[in-house]
């Protein structure tokens, strides 16, 4: 079965780092791009990015570019969403989602349950 | 890039048709046959519905059905039910290898 389990919920001051993760399962990792998918509380949904992990290319939108750092490690199948520091702003529910389609992007076949971020004095 | 626009609700009875709209422009929509459909029930992940403009993953009703028309996608439940209360996104592929979604309508049946 394919699968994506992502990390627990976090809650985190303003200004901290954090780090992310997305394991993937019951697929050949290194083939597929994998992307984060931010929704903000009672918001729609957001397409920030994306990384190949078999080259680890990365495809930013510019709405998040410079804001936050995809990446992943092949060896134990998991990608990664980092903050360097959180803003009370980055509050939301993120998921990770596997892409495909004749680009290999074109689309999300496979998502994640989400992980809740909260960020707050 | 802008979001794409659908509108914020509709609704319907059982057993009747809906129809959500998702408007880009001629660089998005228009340009590629790469729309895809999105359900999301509250308090739940994003479900894939419809890829490439049409075509509906193994396990989808065929009540789901999509189509396109010059810089607007469309995605009709025919035969509504209670369990398709949700909200519904659309995306778009665009250019520089990247998604974009649109702003999500929330189904309600009546």
């Known amino acids: 079965e394919v699968q994506l389990v992502q990390s627990g919920p976090e809650v985190k001051k303003p200004g901290e780092s954090l780090k992310i993760s997305c394991k993937g399962s019951?697929?050949?990792?290194?083939?597929?791009?994998i992307g984060w998918v931010r929704q903000m509380p009672g918001k729609g949904l957001e397409w920030m990015g994306i990384i190949y992990p078999g080259d680890s290319e990365t495809r930013y939108s510019p709405s998040f570019q410079g804001q936050v750092t995809i990446s992943a490690d092949k060896s134990i199948t998991t990608a990664y969403l980092q903050w360097s520091s959180l803003k009370a702003s980055d509050t939301a529910i993120y998921y990770c989602?596997?892409?495909?389609?004749?680009?290999?992007?074109?689309?999300?076949?496979?998502w994640g349950i989400g992980t809740t971020v909260t960020v707050s004095s | 890039q802008s979001a794409l626009t659908q509108p914020p609700s509709v609704s319907g009875s059982p057993g009747q048709s809906v129809t959500i709209s998702c408007t880009g422009t001629?660089?998005?929509?228009?340009?590629?046959?790469?729309v895809s459909w999105y359900q999301q029930p509250p308090g739940t992940a994003p479900k894939l519905m419809i890829y490439d403009v049409r075509n509906r993953p193994s396990g989808v009703p065929d009540r789901f059905s999509g189509s396109k028309s010059g810089n607007t996608a469309s995605l009709t439940i025919s035969g509504l039910q209670a369990e398709d209360e949700a909200d519904y996104y659309c995306?778009?592929?665009?250019?520089?290898?990247?998604?974009?979604f649109g702003g999500g309508t929330k189904l309600t049946v009546l």
């Open positions: 019951g697929y050949r990792f290194t083939t597929y791009w």
């Open positions: 001629s660089s998005d929509v228009g340009y590629y046959n790469r």
């Open positions: 989602a596997r892409h495909t389609g004749l680009d290999g992007i074109d689309y999300m076949d496979v």
């Open positions: 995306s778009s592929y665009i250019s520089s290898s990247t998604l974009v």
